[in-house]
Structures are given as C-alpha cells and as structure tokens.
T-cell receptor, first 116, second 112 residues
C-alpha cells in the first residue's frame, strides 16, 4: 500500500480564497483523522470520521472549516474563506477498526498551507 | 479531561550515549499510550505503543518505552543514540474510544 496520500503538498493562496485539501486513506482503514500543526499550538485534532461518518468535529476552529468524506477512499478539508492565521501544516491520518480510535494511526506527508 | 505532558522542549545527547525523552499522562481509566516520531517535512511515524501487558514495550529503530502506572509516565528510551535519531518526538494517549491526545513534542538532537 502507498500509505496515506495527501494533495497538494504545498499550497499558497491569498486571504479570502477557498482552499481544498485532499486525503486518500490506507485501503481498509475505517477511521480518518484531520490534524493541524503549528509551532504555537502543536498538533490539534480537527475532526475524525468512522466509516465515512463524522464523529467528532469539536476541533474545527470555525464555520469557515468544513470536512467531508464521500466514500471510504477520499476526504476533503475545505477552508472558505481562508485567513493568514490558517497557515499551518495539515495532516490526514487513518487507522484500522480493531482498536477504534486508539489504534495506531498512519499519517500522510501533510499539506503545508500558506495564506498571504 | 485527558492530557499528555512532555516537560522538555529540547533534549541534547551525544552520539552513542543513552537517550530518554520524558512523557507523563493523565487519563481516566486504563491508558493507551503511543510514541510517534516526525522527521523534517514528513508526517508522524509510529514508533511503539502500550495497550496492556508487559510494562516495557519495544518498538522500531531500537527504541523502547516503559509504562509506569504509579508515576503515570511513559518515557521513551534508547541505549545508544544515533545522529539519525534527531527528530521531533510525540507522546500520545487515549482512554479508549476517544481520540488520541498528543503532547507538544520534544525535539531530540543527537550530536556527533
């Protein structure tokens, strides 16, 4: 398996623009997680899905953020409109169902977002 | 609420010396504990985990961690550090059926 795939790897956009980040989890994994990493706040869980259903989105910072998982092999995280403070590295991770949310998570390489 | 503390932002160690990266946790019930490593411009990679059983857990790249329930600690160790071990290390915990909570990370620098 190729592991968790994220695209794009780098995104530079201007304030006010819509940004869409994409993730393909490892095949057969039932859980998908979106994280944000910044120097100030460290690694923050934004939202996670189980079998394509959002379970906990309490980490989503504002209504400007939304996430979807239309099928088992694809998820998007959208920011609209984007702001400079959204600049961060966004990670997607997936895990198997054996131990549920406590199972080992496999992380993608991340998307480095810069909002000017 | 559960939490994970990594008291050291930075750990420096000479190559060949033993290394320890500290982690303490606060979890209600039985803890599930993890260590991850992040190399520059990469995602987090799983190193090892404690679910139940032996308090000494062995993981990838020669790392191990010891679960200490009385001290609520899960320190990461390696007998002999390599320059290539230099990276950012994250401890994480869960109480089961809850998402992992990550510490802020400890930057390990191994000096040749």
């Amino acid at each position: 398996d190729a592991g968790v795939i994220q695209s794009p790897r780098h995104e530079v956009t201007e304030m006010g623009q819509e940004v869409t980040l994409r993730c393909k989890p490892i095949s057969g994994h039932d859980y998908l997680f979106w994280y944000r990493q910044t120097m100030m706040r460290g690694l923050e869980l934004l939202i996670y899905f189980n079998n394509n259903v959002p379970i906990d989105d309490s980490g989503m910072p504002e209504d400007r953020f939304s996430a979807k998982m239309p099928n088992a092999s694809f998820s998007t995280l959208k920011i609209q409109p984007s702001e400079p403070r959204d600049s961060a590295v966004y990670f997607c991770a997936s895990s198997d169902r054996v131990w549920g949310t406590t199972d080992t998570q496999y992380f993608g390489p991340g998307t480095r977002l810069t909002v000017l | 609420a559960q939490s994970v503390a990594q008291p050291e932002d930075q750990v420096n160690v000479a190559e060949g010396n033993p290394l320890t990266v500290k982690c303490t946790y606060s979890v209600s019930g039985n803890p599930y504990l993890f260590w991850y490593v992040q190399y520059p411009n990469r995602g987090l990679q799983f190193l090892l985990k404690y679910i139940t059983g032996d308090n000494l857990v062995k993981g990838s790249y020669g790392f191990e961690a010891e679960f200490n329930k009385s001290q609520t600690s899960f320190h990461l160790k390696k007998p002999s550090a390599l320059v290539s071990d230099s990276a950012l290390y994250f401890c994480a915990s869960s109480s089961g059926n809850t998402p992992l909570v990550f510490g802020k990370g400890t930057r390990l620098s191994v000096i040749a």
